[in-house]
């Protein structure tokens, strides 16, 4: 029994050498700067560690959702440049300003609210400058983009730093989508030029476009999912020298042989069919492990079925397979045991997702362990 499975019920092991590791492989590849994309608590992994990695690995900026994740990154002492992407509610302006963020505005109104806030407090407030090509999420309207740049430009208070947009397609095979963004983004760009400066940050890429379409790095790329070494989708994959970070795991906290008939867990949905041995392990829905049938998990390296209802903060596992099964053995939940592997995107078919809701999604109570630190 390893440390971890003596004393944790279940937990994440986050190897930061695999996150330092994918940075290189897209700085190597690239040639351009990189942000690495630590929102959702870095998709699972824990904001900072992450940083501190991709940081070492050569990423120059970090991107973030929520004004609350960037607090937190400033707090962990990490000075490094950090794009909000999101939605900044009205009166966080001053407090993103206090944490020196790099903001995104799409709205005449946005860019009216900060110079006067950045006027308020005699300092500069540093804008990228989002354009919808064709995602319908957030941007301004192409045709809205140049009296938006000339705006920011004017003010006394505000810093045009970047423009970018963001793909809706470019995780499919097929590329047409993403060439008529592509085609919109760079008109846009044009009409710019007045505005850009050589150090002027131009971003589109996502993981899938940075693997997928040298044409659209620019300058910078958003690196997310691939730095988890996660796959961007089914139809690009990672070069083989991506490796996945995360682990998920947990002990077998009890066995029992049963004769056939018994109901096992809530509503017993499944019932002993022969004697069968059954273990429990202590990961339930309530850390993210959800509540759908066809689980699997990893017992001295094979695979064991999950059986009956997955309860809060427990399940069962069928052992028939694994007669060498003890209480107190290491359960893998996600990653590797012995010679086999389950992976995110394993679980995330299971369960009719993608691997970023499957990490993303992984609770609060589960502690990260960091490997190569
Ligand atoms: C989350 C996010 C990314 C990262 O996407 P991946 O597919 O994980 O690489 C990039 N840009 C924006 C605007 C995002 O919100």
């Not at 700085?27 to 998709?43: F, G, L, P, T």
């Not at 910078?220 to 996660?230: D, E, F, S």
């Not at 290491?330 to 009719?352: F, K, P, S």
Request: with cysteine; net charge neutral; charged share 20%.
């Amino acid at each position: 029994m390893n440390d971890y499975a003596a004393s944790l019920s279940s937990w994440v092991e986050v190897d930061l050498e695999a996150i330092r590791n994918n940075v290189r492989w897209i700085k190597e590849n690239s040639s351009v700067q990189v942000m690495a994309v630590v929102k959702a608590d870095a998709y699972g992994h824990g904001a900072i560690p992450v940083s501190h990695a991709a940081i070492q690995a050569g990423a120059s900026w970090l991107g973030v959702a929520r004004i609350e994740e960037a607090l937190e990154l400033r707090k962990g002492g990490i000075s490094t440049p950090i794009v909000l992407f999101g939605y900044l509610p009205p009166h966080k302006l001053v407090p993103a300003l206090q944490l020196d963020l790099s903001l995104t505005v799409w709205r005449e109104d946005q860019i009216n609210a900060l110079e006067n806030a950045a006027k308020e407090r005699n300092c500069s407030a540093r804008l990228h400058l989002k354009i919808d090509s064709g995602m319908g999420r957030i941007g301004a309207q192409p045709e809205e983009v140049t009296a938006l740049a000339r705006k920011i430009h004017h003010s006394r208070h505000l810093v045009f730093e970047g423009v970018f947009t963001h793909f809706a397609c470019a995780d499919k095979r097929d590329h047409q989508t993403t060439d008529r963004q592509m085609d919109i983004f760079c008109r846009c760009l044009e009409e710019l030029s007045p505005y850009l400066r050589p150090d002027t940050v131009i971003h589109s890429s996502n993981s899938a476009a940075v693997l997928s379409r040298k044409d659209s790095l620019f300058n910078l790329v958003r690196l997310g999912i691939a730095m988890y070494g996660l796959q961007p989708s089914e139809e690009w994959m990672l070069p083989s020298a991506f490796r996945p970070a995360l682990s998920w795991k947990t002990v077998l906290s009890h066995i029992k042989t049963l004769p056939p008939g018994r109901g096992i867990s809530y509503g017993h949905r499944y019932i002993t069919q022969k004697t069968e041995r059954i273990g429990t392990i202590p990961v339930g829905y309530a850390d993210g492990y959800r509540r759908w049938n066809g689980n699997i998990v990893l017992v001295k390296g094979s695979i064991a079925p999950i059986v009956g209802r997955v309860c809060m903060d427990q399940c069962m596992v069928q052992l028939d397979d694994v007669p060498q099964a003890s209480c107190g053995d290491e359960v893998v939940l996600i990653g590797e045991q012995g010679r086999q592997r389950i992976r995110a995107e394993d679980i995330a078919n299971i369960w009719g997702t993608i691997n970023y809701e499957v990490v993303c999604g992984i609770g609060k109570r589960v502690p990260r362990i960091y490997l190569n630190e």
